[in-house]
């Protein structure tokens, strides 16, 4: 392999002659060989935002010059394309501020920056701190990131996916809403629904769920930059926060704003521990999606089986034939590994020190991982569960029909002892609910067939 020598602060640093990095990120590249986890790179992309961001804002400010203005911000619309993306090699467990990762960003912006203007037989240089990092600090710029990729994650990615799985269970309620099914609590039998009502249900959870995730969101909506290195904002324009954020909104289509308090946003996460709660309430409701799916499917001749799921791969390789609910198993395993993150972020987030909090690459991996994981869950299993889910209604009647939980019916009209003896004969004699009733002579059987009517059963009356 060949190499080029870079230099820093500390001294020469052989770099792979391909790589546009420089030698703080090869430091960092070599000081923490700690697992395979890198950087997400929808923060590198908000990194991008954000050096472009500063670079115009510094250009209008008369610190940087039109000419180096210009290349910094050409070089970071093509990270911001995804053109660059294996020069990002950092792994998460670096340093607690993303100091490395900002300097990443700032070397391999000033080296193609530095490139192009060779290019061009310019006179100029671009310097990854004094040009690319002007105004800023890693202190201030890595929360900024997080929150301009957690808003960009949540709402471009897993927002949509949530109005697709809503959109179709609507459908779904619609179809189904004529059928009439045994309803059950405590895993054990109880009064009739139908269909429709019971995903109505998942429907309102799903429209609750997106709207809290919203809400909270906003919370996000404020940055840090212009804080520098401990909120104070040292070493940079006055009017720079502000100027930024105006240009990070036009640049992502957010409202994002210059927070008021640099000191809290240095130091705090409490936004995004508010957000990613949002995401581990989602999480729960789809874990509970996910298993009634796969409750309603069992069987399907030994077990419930009033809902039939795709057969999109061969469930065993040694029962032939078998149909496995996989969809359902893979989102409620993404749903505990989102309720483990919130953990890890609830945790990371109590560890703000003084001026600065010193967990913020673990926050911000766990909070997309959550996001990302979510999305392409629920896009998974609508496309392959959801659109393709169909009834059973011969084991539906099947179920409705021999439920003893149909005497609650009764009990308006002889009395909640008197229908409990008729469900009790029922089940210990194995006979139905009305012949119990017309053997222990508390109703004939038009009397009966008058009172218990399923359908009655499903509205308030």
């Known amino acids: 392999m060949s190499f080029r020598i870079e230099r820093d602060t500390m001294g020469e640093v052989k770099v792979p002659i391909d790589k546009y990095w420089g030698a703080q990120t090869e430091r960092s590249r070599q000081n923490f060989r700690i697992g395979i986890e890198k950087m997400p790179i929808e923060v590198i992309r ?16 008369g610190k940087l010059n039109e000419e180096k203005a210009k290349v910094i ?14 020069h990002f090699p950092l792994v998460v467990w670096q340093t607690g501020s ?9 070397e391999v ?49 897993l927002i949509p996916e ?13 179809a189904f809403s004529h059928v009439i099914k045994i309803g059950r609590t405590h895993l054990q039998d109880a009064t009739p629904l139908t269909v429709g009502q019971e995903i109505s249900g998942w429907v309102h959870m799903l429209t609750k769920s997106k709207s809290m ?35 990070i909104s036009c640049l992502t289509n957010k409202r994002f704003t210059s927070s008021k308090n640099k000191f809290h946003a240095l130091t705090s996460h409490d936004e995004i521990v508010h957000v990613h709660g949002a995401l581990k309430a989602f999480a729960a409701d789809v874990m509970k999606i996910a298993n009634d799916v796969r409750w309603l499917s069992s069987g399907p001749r030994c077990g419930i089986g009033e809902m039939t799921i795709p057969a999109n791969e061969p469930g065993s390789s040694i029962m032939p034939g078998k149909v496995n609910p996989t969809q359902s198993e893979a989102l409620t395993m993404i749903a505990t590994q989102v309720m483990g993150n919130d953990a890890t972020i609830g945790i990371a987030a109590s560890q703000g020190n003084f001026q600065l909090n010193v967990f913020k690459p673990v926050i911000i991996y766990n909070f997309i991982q959550s996001v990302r994981l979510l999305a392409d869950g629920i896009r998974s299993f ?62 004939s059987e038009e009397e009966f067939d008058n009172i218990v009517n399923p359908e009655e059963m499903t509205e308030p009356k």
């Open 46 to 61: 908000a990194f991008a935002v954000i050096k472009r961001s500063a670079a115009k804002v510094n250009g209008e400010l």
């Open 162 to 174: 949530i109005d697709r799985l809503l959109n179709t269970l609507t459908e779904k309620q619609e």
């Open 73 to 86: 911000m050409d070089v970071c619309d093509a990270i911001i394309n995804g053109e660059y993306d294996e």
């Open 213 to 247: 995730i919203e809400q909270s969101t906003e919370q996000m909506l404020p940055l840090a930059i212009g804080g520098t290195a401990v909120g104070t904002g040292i070493n940079t324009h006055p009017q720079f926060g502000e100027k930024v954020a105006e240009e």
């Open 382 to 443: 609508h496309d392959n569960c959801i659109v393709g889910i169909s009834l059973n209604e011969e084991v539906i009647k099947r179920h409705l029909t021999n439920s003893l939980m149909l005497v609650t019916a009764l009990n308006p009209h002889i009395g909640y002892e008197k229908a409990a003896k008729i469900a009790k004969e029922a089940f210990s004699k194995g006979i139905t609910l009305k012949e119990a009733a017309v053997k222990l002579q508390i109703l």
């Open 98 to 106: 993303g100091t490395q990762t900002n300097m990443n960003v700032n």
């Open 109 to 157: 912006i000033a080296h193609q920056a530095n490139e192009q203007l060779k290019k061009k037989n310019s006179k100029e240089t671009i310097h990854p701190n004094d040009d690319v990092n002007m105004g800023q600090s890693s202190n201030d710029t890595f929360p900024t990131a997080m929150h301009i990729a957690g808003v960009l994650v949540v709402m471009d990615q």
